[in-house]
């Protein structure tokens, strides 16, 4: 898996490409959550490039969204393709975490 940041106008957006399962579940937490959470933490996770994710994904999603709402904050999805969208929707995990089709859309919502 490769994991690319970058910030636009205060949000951190963080693209991912390859595979989500437990051999990665500790790069992606700290990619996403590297520190002591700041208040109002803003992060669109770009799916688009993800082609598997398992329960280790879902968990990292979970407690990255949990941390972000403790803190004032968001954490949006984009762009996810078709089987992680399944994935997500099979979880429920798309009525709790705002999942838009595309990052120019979850940036802008």
Not at 55 to 68: D, R, Y
């Amino acid at each position: 898996m490769s994991i690319d940041q970058i910030f636009l106008d205060g949000i951190r957006v963080v693209s991912l490409r390859g595979e989500i399962d437990h051999t990665v579940k500790a790069q992606l937490t700290e990619a996403l959550l590297p520190g002591e959470p700041a208040t109002g933490m803003r992060i669109v996770l770009d799916l688009s490039g993800v082609t598997f994710m398992d329960s280790s994904g879902i968990n990292v999603l979970v407690t990255t969204h949990q941390t972000a709402t403790r803190t004032q904050g968001w954490l949006r999805l984009a762009g996810p393709r078709e089987a992680v969208q399944r994935v997500l929707h099979v979880v429920g995990l798309d009525d709790v975490i705002d999942c838009y089709p595309t990052l120019e859309q979850a940036l802008t919502a």
